[in-house]
């Protein structure tokens, strides 16, 4: 049985890291409203985007893709972006689109990695597999001329016909309590089927629909990886914050264990100690 000291000490301990819990979970929090802002300002324009963007290809008319970035092939040599995180402390967050990654990866033929986040790198790493590329500190602070470094080399390594197609796993964010696990395809970019339905403008292009769809492709590929990129960073922060949350509320529970045990414990012994004060007594006036 722990002494009281022992006792003493581990509810110390355990007090100094609930401080811990709750004092990242709130930063967590903080961080996931600037994310969620973001998130929130960038789905729309992202949802248009691709809504001007399937007007344009049915303006061009059908046959031949209009664009090297519309290009369907057969998926000999796949390239497969795998989206984690830079930190762990978020429960299963990285685990999961690893785990993810891997079931692609099998699943997908002959495939190079695009590692974004220093967890998937890391675990990659120690690995034998082929990456074209690692990105290691994307997250402290998620910019768009990152997102338009990365949206380049896939574009021009698509194009240039290295890869057949361009997946990205990464965990979309939905709420604080819940982030989708996702499996996106980037490359090639693939409208929507747009026949039979009634949202379909009718535009009048100046100059061609074929210029503009030049213009908007490389665009559009560049917000997509910003966006994913945003998505993840805000799923990580809501998986930190409720993995803390929990880690905190089970330091208390813990904490009141302890104290209990220590209360007892400390009782235990002050009626053992006034027992014997009582029987040397009664000893004496025998």
Not at 59 to 66: F, K, N, R, Y
């Amino acid at each position: 049985m722990p002494s009281l000291i022992d006792l003493r000490r581990r509810i110390r301990t355990v007090k100094n890291t609930q401080q811990i819990t709750k004092a990242m979970k709130m930063v967590a929090a903080a961080k996931l409203r600037r994310s969620q802002d973001k998130i929130l300002q960038t789905r729309p324009y992202a949802l248009e985007l691709r809504r001007v963007i399937q007007n344009l290809a049915t303006a061009t008319g059908g046959g031949e893709a209009p664009h090297p970035l519309l290009e369907a092939r057969p998926e000999q040599k796949v390239l497969l972006a795998v989206v984690s995180g830079d930190k762990g402390l978020c429960g299963s967050f990285n685990a999961n689109v690893l785990r993810r990654a891997e079931r692609e990866r099998k699943s997908l033929g002959e495939v190079d990695l695009l590692l974004l986040g220093k967890r998937g790198a890391d675990f990659y790493g120690r690995r034998r597999v082929s990456i074209r590329a690692a990105y290691r500190s994307l997250f402290a602070n998620v910019t768009y001329e990152a997102a338009s470094e990365i949206a380049g080399d896939l574009i021009a390594a698509f194009t240039g016909g290295e890869y057949d197609a361009v997946y990205v796993v990464y965990n979309q964010f939905v709420s604080v309590l819940r982030q989708d696990l996702t499996v996106e395809k980037l490359l090639p970019v693939e409208p929507e089927e747009t026949s039979g339905r009634e949202d379909v403008v009718d535009y009048l292009f100046e100059p061609s629909p074929e210029s503009i769809l030049a213009d908007l492709l490389p665009r559009f590929v560049t917000f997509q990886v910003y966006r994913v990129l945003l998505e993840s960073q805000a799923a990580e922060h809501g998986a930190r914050m409720t993995a803390m949350d929990a880690a905190t509320k089970n330091a208390g529970e813990l904490i009141d264990k302890l104290s209990l045990k220590y209360n007892r414990s400390r009782q235990a012994a002050i009626t053992k100690e006034l027992i014997e004060v009582v029987s040397g007594a009664n000893a004496l006036e025998g």
